[in-house]
């Protein structure tokens, strides 16, 4: 592992939904860096490694930190929640690896929270579907919208990460605002909280609904397509095998 | 386990890439229900399982076969390859479980070919994206046309699933003009080949190159979105630090 910084996606937090392989690349580091919440996440089994973190929103630091301890010959896994690849540090590094041309790089993939909170809820994203997060700290608010507008255009299933946060009390409700333009009121929908940890609550609902609910930082928002179905509680969206019923959403396509 | 059917992601293929908790369940299986090249890519552990299978394209009848044994008292479990709930079994078996109200279904969350996918070629989904298959057998052609059209009038990265089979040679091909309508011709893209099995191959190229390029049903092909780019070969899609430039592709949104 010399040279080479692993960049691990730790799932939803609970051991056994991380993979063998990101385990045992866990195992191995010398050094395990991350927002201090993923490292507390990790049980016993790491209770000795070496622990090193950045604040929250210090994320290019935290990756020159994995470089720099690299670069003293340990060998360093870098943690994120969920996987990796996916609204997590891997872009990142290797952007900042222009820098540090002589460390490789290799991402662990991990299970992210469409797929984990998908799975408590039934089969939300059983067809086409689309990932968009509400956070605009690092993307304007124009461009979610257009991404909202353009997901219930082409009649995809929807995951909704970072619905809201102490700042943002209000953008789920702006999004289904948005989205109610386009589609039903009575669209299914649902959303699950503290996936894989302690207290997961799972809430089917419709796009109405769904509107007035209390999100946090910790839910991820499901949104169906034309044809999802609230079948005894879990929200189902339909690989195909029938019909889809007709939108007519996108005329203007 | 009992009268209760495990529904179940195995993640690309090798067991490194399974997740403790879908390990778990297999090791408390009676029988393994799947199509038989995953019941195949499972290794050694699992030798000594009763398996059951039905050809490819009988997946109703693989579902039913599942109730059918859990109702005889077995522990069942039903895999899926990649995630269980991503063009998986999941929705089908809460749909035929309508018949089975007494046999409870769980699904168990599986690394999907996006994330693994992503992890080989870099960080193509590291911001807002589309999972689409260009599978026609359960979809229309024309839905899936209108689903590329709003992925990337969104400027959303996207992952294609399906992109090619035998009967569907230039499907892919087909893809790529609707997106090269939208995309500028130097849209950085890539695909993977064999993803967490034996011969995994990565290429990254050109929107335009990827048009041309031979890909088969075991390739995931990755589209960037606006701000993409390829680093050091890997195609990397980034967080939103740096500020994207303007597409001006949606001004009829």
Known sequence: ???????????????????????????QADVL?????YLQLLGERFQEKEKMSTPMRQETERCRLAFE??????????????????????????EIGKNYLD??????????????????????????FCVISLSDLLTPWEKIEKRLIA??????????????SHKRK??????????????????ACGYVENIGREGTKAVTCTLKELRNQEVNMFTTVFIGNAGSEIIND??????GYQIERD???CGNN
């Open 103 to 128: 460390i490789d790089i290799e991402v662990i993939p991990g299970i992210t929270a469409a797929s984990s909170g998908a799975a408590v809820l039934g089969a939300p994203l059983n067809h086409d």
């Open 234 to 239: 879990k929200l189902i969206t339909k690989r």
């Open 1 to 27: 592992m010399e040279n080479k910084i692993y960049v691990v996606g730790m799932g939803p937090g609970k051991e056994e939904m991380m993979t063998g392989e990101a385990l045992s690349v866990l195992d």
């Open 170 to 187: 209000d953008y789920l409700q702006r999004a289904c605002d948005i989205l109610l333009a386009f589609l039903e009121e009575e669209r």
């Open 247 to 249: 939108t007519n959403i």
């Open 69 to 94: 301890e690299a670069k003293k010959g340990k060998k360093v896994a870098l943690i994120c929640s969920g996987d990796a690849g996916i609204y997590g540090m891997a872009s990142l590094m290797y």
């Open 151 to 164: 997901a219930a255009k082409g009649d995809f299933a929807i995951a909704i990460y970072n619905p809201s």
């Open 33 to 37: 860096i991350g927002y201090t919440v």
